[in-house]
């Protein structure tokens, strides 16, 4: 008896909540809602309403609006008893769908932008803003949807320091979907999280490999504060990238404060306090980020940075093999633990690590030659030390006073100039 009271609560909740969807004034006025739920400004929520309501169906009808009344009818059928359970997913799907794609339409792919209002101005955006607008308008016309951070994309892996998210919309009968719009976008099919995924931590991971549903493969659900929390810490990003390190640990201190479990902000949180030289608190930070995750391969790079410049040599290669452990493929790590073992004087070492850093990344291919080149001069290797010296002033031009300074004191008997 007791179920069947719920039962007849949630459907009665359903219709009330669909009535408002149907409505057109009730469906911008939930935009409104969810704009302002992000701590977004009123200019900003009055310019997202005024554009959502210009994205026109072929009869010059908001779309918006005609996907909430198509899903209001569908609710109303289903609590007739006029269609089943699966027929409303099936609209729900349809119409998420329908959403990501014209999100895709009207909105081209930029990492450069993820607020709203910039999303607005340019009609550009990266992950974060495909999320917002999945998330806003589509709990808007009466889905259910959530943000997800996505650890390992379907195909292929996130690159070291960086992060995705995506959306994930619930339909009604007890099946998901999965909607990542960047950068090329994808929708997938139906499925149930207990038969597809199993608990990792925080997390939910794949259980088949082979991924024959095309699924992104580790994913973190989230809330309306864990998305807040992805805005500041973008918003923290941009302050680093311009160099404003104490706006940025005033932006990350509240995405801390929406999402206490959220990594990447205590790393970002990290490199600022690095940069503002309190490198006491920039290993608290570090450390923290670990202890969430565990598998921060990055993070662990970063501490062991610190380490090394606070002198304490031997920690910071314990972390930078630690991240090569869980990343074999991340050069920053043995670039700087290369660093670490001539510092200590172990500069055959130093040169296996160098080694794997010109083969692994690119852009320290430069600094690597200089340093192994370095390694060389220590031990007596004069012809490769002055080969390597070489190499790194032709890849970097920046790079010609530290190699000429390098071949003076180990007197190598040559000179760029």
Not at 171 to 192: C, E, K
Not at 197 to 220: H, S, V
Not at 335 to 355: S, V, W
Request: include cysteine; proline fraction near 2%; charge should be neutral.
């Amino acid at each position: 008896m007791g179920n069947l009271c719920l039962f007849a609560l949630c459907v009665s909740i359903l219709s009330l909540a669909a009535k408002a969807y149907g409505n057109d004034e009730g469906l911008f006025q939930h935009i409104e809602q969810h704009v302002r739920q992000l701590e977004y400004s009123e200019e900003t929520t009055r310019n997202f309403v005024q554009m959502a309501e210009g994205w026109k169906d072929k009869e010059n009808k908001c779309v918006l609006i005609g996907w909430a009344e198509k899903l209001f009818k569908a609710t109303e059928a289903y609590e007739q008893n006029k269609i089943s359970q699966n027929h409303l997913a099936e609209v729900k799907e349809n119409i998420a769908g329908e959403l990501g794609q014209r999100i895709k339409r009207e909105i081209a792919f930029n990492e450069d932008y993820f607020e709203l209002g910039d999303i607005i101005k340019h009609r550009q955006t990266q992950c974060l803003g495909y999320t917002q607008l999945f998330y806003i308008l589509g709990n808007s016309i009466g889905l259910d949807v959530k943000p997800i951070n996505v650890e390992e994309m379907r195909t292929g892996t996130i690159p070291a320091g960086s992060a995705h998210i995506a959306g994930i919309a619930d339909l009604s009968n007890s099946q998901s979907i999965i909607v990542d719009l960047a950068p090329n976008g994808f929708v997938s099919i139906p499925f149930t999280f207990e038969e597809q995924f199993e608990k990792a931590g925080e997390y939910r991971r794949l259980k088949d490999k082979n991924n024959p549903l095309q699924l992104d493969r580790k994913i973190q659900i989230l809330g309306k504060d864990e998305l807040i929390a992805y805005i500041y810490n973008n918003r923290a990003n941009v302050y680093i990238k311009q160099g404003q390190f104490e706006q940025a640990v005033g932006e990350l201190i509240k995405a801390i404060r929406y999402h206490p479990k959220y990594a990447e902000a205590y790393y970002n949180r990290g490199i600022a306090n690095r940069h503002l030289g309190q490198l006491n608190q920039a290993v608290a930070d570090y450390t923290k980020a670990i202890e969430l995750r565990p598998d921060f391969a990055a993070a662990f790079t970063n501490r062991g940075i610190i380490y090394s410049k606070l002198g304490q040599l031997n920690e910071a290669i314990s972390d930078y093999t630690k991240a090569i452990e869980l990343n074999p493929d991340f050069g920053n790590a043995y670039y700087n633990r290369g660093i670490a073992y001539n510092k200590l004087g172990q500069p055959t070492l130093a040169i296996a690590d160098y080694d794997r850093t010109i083969k692994l990344n690119a852009d320290l291919a430069a600094k690597a030659y200089g340093n192994r080149g370095i390694s060389f001069a220590m031990l007596g290797r004069v012809e490769e030390a002055r080969k390597d010296l070489l190499k790194a002033a032709e890849l970097n031009s920046e790079l010609k006073e530290y190699a000429n300074s390098a071949i003076e004191r180990f007197k190598l008997s040559t000179n760029l100039n």
